[in-house]
């Protein structure tokens, strides 16, 4: 007997077509992909507000995917997100919002790793823990540099709920590594995995500015700011001199948005690095947006699909 059950819905985010696409590619079956162009562009132009497939993934059950192209920056992030989630609740059609998963490109910075230069890469795949903003003062009226006047000092990118499944893709992913390491070693030529850095690794964390940092100088000065006693991050600081940095221009508004609707807890994020931040990252960004962007939708389907087998 068909079940009436309403699917569950799960949202992929990014904030470029660019980003999105890949998102497309990994997720929906291929006979959804055959306007898969016409979609992202009418999502690119705002002719639609999201675009949503209906069908089953893996399991018996029929869930809804539902993509939307966050556009650049801040205030874009969070109209368009704020939208697709009232919009789908206002609708009826699904039972709830399982998960949130924004992915795409990011800037990265290793805060304390000086010596180690490689420690993070071009085409790694970062999930950090918290986001702050990077450019907001109001430590005039007691609030921590790269906190907003009224908000948390910190919002959540990925809470206790989603460790478990985050888990078993690092896993997986680690094995692959280690695997390629040692063939490589064997005198192999193979290609060596990209790394999945953890909120737990590297004491991963995000800031958000509302401009692209291409200034070496001014994102130290900004990152000192946000790791002083006075600033954000100042606990990570103390307790952990070395700590990795995802810096983008939109996870602030996602989480700021979750937050008020109390969907934190649904809330997944993982963005591949396009490049290091300094004064090559408007070159670098461009020639490795199309792997950050791979990389990142690779984990994301694999978090989907452990999504779909510990649903209850």
């Not at 132009?45 to 059950?61: C, Y």
């Not at 790694?124 to 823990?129: A, E, G, H, I, N």
């Not at 991050?233 to 948005?257: K, R, T, W």
């Amino acid at each position: 007997m068909a079940s009436h059950k309403k699917p569950r819905a799960y949202i992929f985010a990014a904030a470029m077509k660019e980003e999105l696409e890949p998102m497309l590619n990994k997720i929906l079956p291929d006979h959804a992909k055959r306007d898969m162009f016409a979609i992202l562009d009418s999502l690119e132009q705002r002719k639609l507000p999201f675009w949503e497939f209906t069908g089953r993934f893996l399991t018996d059950e029929v869930v809804t995917v539902v993509f939307t192209l966050l556009g650049i920056g801040r205030t874009s992030a969070a109209s368009r997100l704020s939208a697709t989630i009232h919009r789908l609740k206002a609708s009826l059609k699904v039972s709830e919002i399982a998960r949130i998963y924004v992915g795409g490109s990011c800037a990265a910075y290793a805060k304390g790793y000086d010596e180690y230069p490689e420690v993070l890469a071009i085409g790694d795949v970062l999930q950090p823990l918290f986001t702050a903003y990077g450019d907001v003062d109001v430590t005039a009226f007691n609030y921590k540099y790269g906190q907003m006047a009224q908000q948390p000092e910190k919002f959540p990118l990925c809470t206790q709920n989603t460790f478990k499944e985050i888990g078993y893709v690092f896993s997986e992913q680690e094995k692959m590594r280690q695997n390629a390491l040692k063939l490589e070693e064997e005198g192999q030529d193979v290609k060596i995995p990209f790394r999945l850095i953890r909120a737990c690794d590297h004491n991963c964390v995000s800031i958000s500015f509302d401009s692209f940092i291409a200034d070496t100088d001014k994102l130290k000065e900004s990152l000192d700011k946000i790791v002083s006693v006075e600033g954000i991050y100042g606990d990570i600081a103390i307790n952990h001199p070395v700590f990795s940095v995802s810096i983008d221009m939109e996870l602030i508004a996602v989480g700021q948005v979750c937050h008020d609707n109390n969907m934190a807890d649904c809330l997944v994020v993982a963005k591949g690095i396009s490049d290091l931040a300094g004064v090559n990252a408007a070159t670098d960004f461009n020639s490795n947006l199309k792997i950050a962007a791979e990389n990142s939708a690779n984990i994301l389907e694999r978090l989907f699909q452990n999504s779909l087998l510990l649903a209850d």
